[in-house]
């Protein structure tokens, strides 16, 4: 064949014989080509408008295997008759064969020649007859009837292979022709998501603590070092003025970590630190046991031993004790403790019974705010800010009790899908007790507050059950299907 399956020779071969003739059959102008690429083209052309085409089937008719050896060496009867011809005085039955060499031949072709009946016959009745002879079988045969299309012309204009950044730069995408790579022709989809990737996703506790962590950024907060989650019981409870026999220091709340038995004494941890851990230590002693800094005090023996327990930390508040009593030994130039903003957004343990809405351990997004002249109000106003600028509105606040904050106020808001006022946050302003025994001055105010990172992340991905968010019930198709960032701030 003079073509080959280059689509591109054949594309013009059928433009070139398409100007000389309207329409064209793909079987007389192309008998050679095979149907797919014939086929190839077609569409390649259909697709830009160049052709249209209509499929065109008819039936041909096949020789047998046995009919083309009637083409080669003559019909059965007429080989019978030339071996008898030859053989003058006539042949017996077996003789014929022999000289035949092939019992079929001889059997089907002394029958016919016995007959002795030459008719001719008209092509179909032919046809009937050698297909009842099974010398002929019928073939469907699929060709093309191809037309001028719309936009007909002699040379195929340049098609780009690829989208590149620079055809998209100069807007050249728009009136580009794209080369099609598929059989079915298909316009390229400016419109397509694209290909999964299969790439690592984040978790959507880890997205929403990003968006957590910016809006703390944007508000002018340093980060905490959370990266402990075994702390002492001085600093879990103690510092923050919770007492040795408060419920939630009980085996039911609390996870103690047996190995090693105890914690060292506070201590400072980098060379800046210049606090006195001793004078501290012995502050928050006195504080809970006699009362100091205008306050009774719990009188209780306060017990060293219980508050070197080491515990699994059960809020990250006991990280904001430590930062807040190293701020109380920072000056500026003129001698004053600096205000300061700091936030964590990290791992709490404790020892809860699981159910649909718990786990032993949970995200807690915390938040201090050191500075003068800092009311209740204030503490109200900042909340309604922070969360607003997760899209949370119409705040509620509940007075509440912690052993370290007064006043205390949990936060509610509005669950438009549960129809009722959920709690999203607990916060106060710290008690002098503790604040006081740090070395912080008298007329410095504290705001505290935490949340759970799980809850606002099960409102926003329509989570009902807490396994399903963490754990090892999580479905990985989920973390993976989630968009990579969330637009909408619902
Ligand atoms: N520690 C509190 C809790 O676990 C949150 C809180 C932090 C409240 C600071 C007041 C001040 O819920």
């Known amino acids: ?61 096949l020789l047998e295997p046995e009919a083309e050896e009637i083409v080669a060496h003559g019909s059965h009867e007429a080989r019978v008759f030339e071996a008898v011809r030859k053989a003058l005085d006539g042949l017996t039955l077996q003789d014929l064969e022999t000289t035949i060499g092939d019992k079929t031949v001889t059997k089907l072709g002394q029958g016919k020649a016995f007959k002795e009946k030459w008719i001719k016959k008209d092509g179909t009745k032919l ?44 807007g050249a995408w728009k009136t580009a022709t794209f080369r099609i790579a598929h059989t079915v022709p298909e316009p390229y989809n400016f419109n397509a998501l694209g290909a999964d990737q299969r790439a690592g996703a984040l978790h959507p506790l880890n997205k929403v603590r990003q968006e957590f962590r910016q809006i703390f950024f944007e508000m002018g907060f340093t980060e905490m070092p959370t990266n402990q989650f075994v702390e002492s019981g001085f600093w879990n409870f103690d510092a923050l003025f919770v007492p040795q026999q408060h419920p939630a220091r009980d085996l039911q709340d609390t996870f103690y970590v047996s190995d090693p038995p105890k914690a060292d004494r506070p201590k400072p941890v980098s060379a800046e630190d ?74 709490v343990f404790r020892n809860e019974t699981v159910d649909a809405t718990h786990l032993c351990e949970f995200h807690q997004v915390e938040g201090v705010i050191a500075d003068y002249g800092l009311t209740l109000g204030g503490l109200m106003e900042f909340m309604e800010i922070f969360f607003g600028a997760m899209g949370v509105t119409d705040l509620r606040f509940k007075p509440a009790y912690n052993p370290y904050t007064e006043p205390s106020m949990e936060i509610f808001s509005y669950h438009k899908g549960l129809n009722k006022l959920i709690e999203i946050g607990n916060s106060g302003i710290f008690r002098p007790e503790m604040l006081e025994a740090m070395g912080l001055p008298k007329d410095m105010v504290v705001y505290g507050f935490g949340l759970s990172l799980e809850r606002p992340t099960m409102i926003k991905y329509g989570i009902s059950n807490i396994r399903e968010l963490l754990g090892h019930q999580v479905d990985l198709n989920f973390v993976q299907k989630n968009p990579a960032v969330r637009l909408d701030k619902n």
């Open 1 to 61: 064949s003079a073509y080959n399956n280059s689509t591109g020779d054949l594309t013009s071969q059928i433009l070139q014989a398409l100007d000389k003739a309207d329409p064209i059959s793909s079987a007389e102008a192309f008998p050679q080509v095979t149907f797919e690429a014939i086929k190839a083209a077609l569409d390649r052309l259909a697709s830009r408008s160049m052709v249209t085409y209509e499929q065109v089937e008819r039936e041909e008719a």
């Open 127 to 170: 046809v009937a007859l050698l297909k009842k002879r099974k010398l002929l079988k019928m073939q469907k045969v699929i060709s093309f009837r191809i037309s001028k299309g719309p936009k007909f012309a002699l040379q195929l204009v340049k098609e780009e292979t690829d989208l590149t950044a620079e055809l998209i730069v100069s």
């Open 274 to 347: 210049k606090q006195d851990y001793d004078e501290y230590f012995q502050n928050v002693r006195q504080v809970h046991q006699d009362g100091k800094y205008g306050s009774i005090g719990y009188r209780y023996p306060w017990s060293e031993d219980e508050s070197l327990r080491l515990v699994l930390r059960t809020h990250t508040t006991a990280i904001s004790a430590a930062m807040l009593h190293k701020l109380a030994g920072q000056r500026t130039k003129d001698g004053r403790v600096p205000p300061a903003r700091y936030f964590s957004i990290d791992r």
